[in-house]
């Protein structure tokens, strides 16, 4: 299923961040920061290799109701690109300031489910 979509064009912001914009005006900005500045005391080519990685909606006053099934696409297009790019591991690590880290998961696992039926993830 998912093989039939197309991922929404990306933005290559600098080397680290991205952007695109959906069909419906929704514009998300992705964005990989590495982890090496809070493990300070590990050796630098092993934490150079851990990322966090945000997608932030940039336009949040913007409504958009429904599954964007592009969104899915364009975001798994902007992970395994960046993870063939050079990077060996990623950390995703949900925003819990805004207290939305409960509706991040349900996303995220819908997104998994939806990309990979035959497998279950559990917690």
């Known amino acids: ?23 419906g005006g929704l514009e998300y900005r992705c964005s990989f920061i590495t982890y090496a500045e809070y493990f300070k ?11 966090t990685f945000n997608l932030d909606l940039v336009n949040k006053d913007f409504k958009s109701k429904g599954v964007n099934k592009r969104i899915v696409y364009t975001f798994i297009t ?11 591991a990623v950390v995703y690590s949900c925003d819990n300031s805004v207290n939305r880290e409960a509706a991040w998961e349900r996303k995220f696992l819908s997104w998994f489910t939806y990309t990979n039926p035959s497998i279950h993830p559990t917690k």
């Open 1 to 23: 299923m998912a093989l039939l979509l197309h991922a929404y064009p990306i933005l290559q912001l600098s080397e680290l961040s991205y952007t695109f914009i959906t069909v």
């Open 41 to 51: 005391d590990q050796p630098h080519n092993m934490v150079s290799k851990f990322y």
């Open 78 to 88: 902007i992970v395994g690109n960046f993870l063939n790019s050079k990077i060996t």
